[in-house]
T-cell receptor
Framework: AAGVIQSPRHLIKEKRETATLKCYPI?????VYWYQQGPGQDPQFLIS???????DKGSIPDRFSAQQFSDYHSELNMSSLELGDSALYFC??????????????FGSGTRLTVV | DQQVKQNSPSLSVQEGRISILNCDYT??????FLWYKKYPAEGPTFLIS?????DKNEDGRFTVFLNKSAKHLSLHIVPSQPGDSAVYFC????????????FGKGTRLHILP
């Protein structure tokens, strides 16, 4: 079965550079979520999209932006990178948060290292 | 403020015995609770969930218990197997259509041979 695909798996950037992370949700899933997990931390919610519209926003810095495209893939754009942005970035997708909600399906994550 | 708390960063259990992972929450609006399992270099994988209208949900070796009055839930794994060694995240959400899942910090479970 198709899973959530994230690219790249690993990314090394210098301070003040820009990074773009991509997420391809499970086909027909209508909601995409982005989470950031720092070393030894729990995954922190950044932002979500439902049907290509931003649906919720968490602790996402103003330097970050995201969007969901017509094919439902999503991109997280990160500018003016700081050392503290080094983390694992997870994308997840889901469908139907009604009675049949079974949680999100996560991708394997993108490990961003800012040097 | 941590809305979902897993107070044990790690837990070691003998193979074949029962593993019990605990989780507390503070937000009384949460009405759906989930456990995720995470191996290194992989994303979290959904394990089991429970709605707030229930107090127990069982799926094979995994059982989740919910005590709403105590705002506490636990995941029982019995019997524990070597492949269960992973980080387990407790998570919760409220009932809104797009409400995001809030995660705890995770508990690393080591199954000892």
């Amino acid at each position: 079965a198709a899973g959530v695909i994230q690219s790249p798996r690993h990314l090394i950037k210098e301070k003040r550079e820009t990074a773009t992370l991509k997420c391809y949700p499970i086909p027909r899933h209508d909601t995409v979520y982005w989470y950031q997990q720092g070393p030894g931390q729990d995954p922190q919610f950044l932002i979500s999209f439902y049907e290509k519209m931003q649906s919720d926003k968490g602790s996402i810095p103003d330097r970050f932006s995201a969007q969901q495209f017509s094919d439902y893939h999503s991109e997280l754009n990160m500018s003016s990178l700081e050392l503290g942005d080094s983390a694992l970035y997870f994308c997840a997708s889901s469908l139907d948060q009604g009675p049949n909600f079974y949680g999100y399906t996560f991708g394997s994550g993108t490990r961003l290292t800012v040097v | 403020d941590q809305q979902v708390k897993q107070n044990s960063p790690s837990l070691s259990v003998q193979e074949g015995r029962i593993s019990i992972l605990n989780c507390d929450y503070t937000n009384s609006m949460f009405d759906y609770f989930l456990w995720y399992k995470k191996y290194p270099a992989e994303g979290p994988t959904f394990l089991i969930s429970i709605s707030s209208i229930k107090d127990k949900n069982e799926d094979g070796r995994f059982t989740v218990f919910l005590n709403k009055s105590a705002k506490h839930l636990s995941l029982h794994i019995v019997p524990s197997q070597p492949g269960d060694s992973a980080v387990y995240f407790c998570a919760a959400k409220s009932g809104g259509r797009d409400d995001k899942i809030i995660f705890g910090k995770g508990t690393r479970l080591h199954i000892l041979p």
